[in-house]
């Protein structure tokens, strides 16, 4: 099961990672989200987001290597996919390049939900 875990955390954190690029600035985001980054307060905005992200995703793959960091990454991870995941359905009418975001969120979901199994699983076992 630790093995499990430490994958799903791994995936998760490579999900939370792929926007870190994002820092870079306006033309990154563009590319990244298919939107035009002409504005500075949105640039301000989507580059802290990505940091956001770097946090989140550097958390997870460190979970991965060090379990007392499991059940912390687990629910922050879960926190930013779902919550995502939940205002994209309420948003909707996003373009392609928002749409993949949502496809990797889902998989970033099922990650997360296996490997909450695998967390709890061992936590039994212990």
Aim: charged share 10%; net charge positive; hydrophobic share 65%.
């Amino acid at each position: 099961m630790g093995r499990v875990l430490s994958v799903c955390l791994l995936v998760v954190g490579i999900v939370h990672l792929l926007p870190l690029a994002g820092v870079a600035g306006a033309s990154r985001l563009s590319a990244l989200y298919g939107i035009a980054v002409a504005e500075p307060n949105l640039e301000l905005l989507l580059r802290h987001r990505a940091v956001l992200f770097g946090v989140i995703g550097g958390l997870c793959i460190a979970a991965a290597l060090r379990p007392a960091l499991q059940g912390v990454a687990l629910v922050a991870a879960a926190t930013s996919v779902i919550s995502f995941l939940l205002l994209a359905r309420a948003v909707g009418g996003y373009n392609a390049q928002v749409g993949r975001v949502v496809t990797a969120d889902w998989v970033a979901l099922a990650a997360l939900a296996l490997g909450a199994v695998a967390y709890w699983r061992m936590r039994g076992a212990a």
